[in-house]
C-alpha cells in the first residue's frame, strides 16, 4: 500500500523553525521526484519546494527562497522540509508530494501555524 505521511507541523511564533518529515512506503521512493506544497485556507495549492529524483537539483518559490530547505534521505525512504525564520503567511496545510511520469502520490498533509 502506497502511502507518504507527514509528520512536525504545529504551532510556532515568527521567526522561528520547524523541520517537517515524509515518511515513504509501498513504492520505490529514490526513484520518484519529491515536492513539497502548501495550502492556506482560502487559497490554491502552492509548490513550495522540489527535489528531482536523482536529488541534482532543487527549486523553491520565491517567497521561501534563503529559508526553506528540502532534503531527502532515499535509505530512509524519508524526505524533509527545514523552514526557518518562518512568518505569519507560512501558515498552511503543508503536504508531500512523489511523482514519476504519470504517477503522483500525495500524504494527507501536516498544519504549520506561524502566530505570536
Known amino acids: 500500500q502506497v502511502q507518504l505521511v507527514e509528520s512536525g507541523g504545529g504551532l510556532v511564533q515568527p521567526g522561528g523553525s520547524l523541520r517537517l518529515s515524509c515518511a515513504a512506503s509501498g513504492f520505490t521512493f529514490s526513484l520518484y521526484a519529491m515536492n513539497w506544497y502548501r495550502q492556506a485556507p482560502g487559497k490554491e495549492r502552492e509548490l513550495v519546494a522540489a527535489f528531482t529524483s536523482a536529488g541534482r537539483s532543487t527549486n523553491y518559490a520565491d517567497s521561501v527562497k534563503g529559508r526553506f530547505t528540502i532534503s531527502r534521505d532515499n535509505a530512509k525512504n524519508t524526505g524533509y522540509l527545514q523552514m526557518n525564520s518562518l512568518k505569519p503567511e507560512d501558515t498552511a496545510m503543508y503536504y508531500c508530494?512523489?511523482?514519476?511520469?504519470?504517477?503522483?502520490?500525495w500524504g494527507k498533509g501536516t498544519p504549520v501555524t506561524v502566530s505570536s
Open positions: 508530494n512523489a511523482q514519476r511520469g504519470g504517477m503522483k502520490y
